[in-house]
């Protein structure tokens, strides 16, 4: 049975690649993560910086088994059902950006 939704960050990460940000860097190790579905990436240098090794830790949410398939249409309508709830909110902080910023012009006028 396939799971109903699919986090759409971890979507983001598995379509366009990962957006990755250093955490640490000691020595010849190197941590990254994820902004946006929290994965983290080891990546161990030897002396000429070459990687010698590199170990990827992923959330559970980002975890999918392999004997489930993933409903790519309900994964799709589930993002664009988010980006349009994000593109409200931004639209509706905007009018109330305009609304303030109108008022104030109105008030410095008289």
Known sequence: MARKQYDAHCASCRVLGHRWGIKYWRGFTLLVSC??????REDQ??????????????SK?????????IEVAALRAQCKRQARQLLR????????????????EATAVH
């Open 35 to 40: 902004d946006e579905c929290g994965a983290l």
């Open 89 to 104: 909110y931004i639209g509706e902080k905007a009018k109330a950006r305009r609304t303030v910023n109108a008022s104030a």
């Open 45 to 58: 240098f030897n002396q000429h910086w070459e990687i010698v090794k590199r170990k990827y830790t992923y």
């Open 61 to 69: 949410e980002y975890r999918w088994p392999s004997d489930e398939k």
